[in-house]
């Protein structure tokens, strides 16, 4: 029922959403030269790796590879990024993710390998369903960006403040998931986005 419910409403989102997806990535090739999406490998169910979209939100840097990821590194955001990340619309293209399979629209969200890592065994238990778009963690550290950019050792911050909070919210998901839980996160995340 989960992934039918997935494949359906990111089939009819991307149908609605196919003017503002032209618009966005119009804005990002004039204001932002470089390609328009930004696609990095995660790790999603069983562990098996996969091509995750986002619109790209950073000016290009060469020497970086689609597993990396800096902890609190802002420095190449540019302005339309920021827009985009505030409002959450650098997420929208994940919907082609779930579309195909790699995503769900809720579940815990897929990292890159070298933070899965780190507490393998809490990880064996998330990889067990596909990670998604939204979940109680995302809402609980929407402002996870200011928090390391504000720390000293933002890489340690994350590896043992964030990380380990995420992954017992995750591992809460993956045993006690359900419809009803699905539909409230993502009327949260909705919430959150248009307060914020």
């Known amino acids: 029922m989960k992934r039918i419910i997935d494949f359906l409403f990111s089939l009819i989102g991307l149908i609605i959403l196919i003017i503002p997806f032209t618009l966005i990535g119009l804005l990002i090739k004039i204001k932002m030269p470089g390609p328009i999406f930004f696609v990095q490998i995660r790790v999603g169910k069983e562990g098996k790796p996969f091509k995750l979209f986002k ?3 950073m000016s290009v840097a060469s020497g970086k590879t689609n597993g990396s990821f800096d902890a ?9 990024g920021r827009i985009l990340r505030k409002t959450k619309l ?9 579309l195909i399979g790699d995503m769900s629209l809720v579940g815990p969200r897929p990292e890159v390998q070298q933070w899965t890592q780190i507490y393998p065994d809490q ?5 067990r369903m596909r990670p998604g778009i939204t979940d109680n963690a995302s809402i609980m550290f929407r402002n996870e960006e200011e928090i390391l950019a504000s720390s ?3 890489t340690l911050t994350y590896k ?12 809460n998901y993956v045993e006690n ?20």
């Open 55 to 57: 619109f790209r939100t």
């Open 72 to 80: 609190g590194d802002s420095s190449r955001i540019t302005p339309l």
């Open 123 to 127: 990880w064996k238990i998330v990889h």
């Open 152 to 154: 000293q050792n933002p």
């Open 177 to 196: 998931h359900s419809i009803l839980i699905d539909a409230k996160i993502i009327l949260t995340t909705i919430k959150e986005i248009i307060v914020k």
């Open 90 to 98: 650098d997420e929208l293209p994940q919907l082609i993710n779930v």
């Open 160 to 171: 043992e403040e964030i990380l380990p909070k995420k992954l017992r919210m995750y591992i």
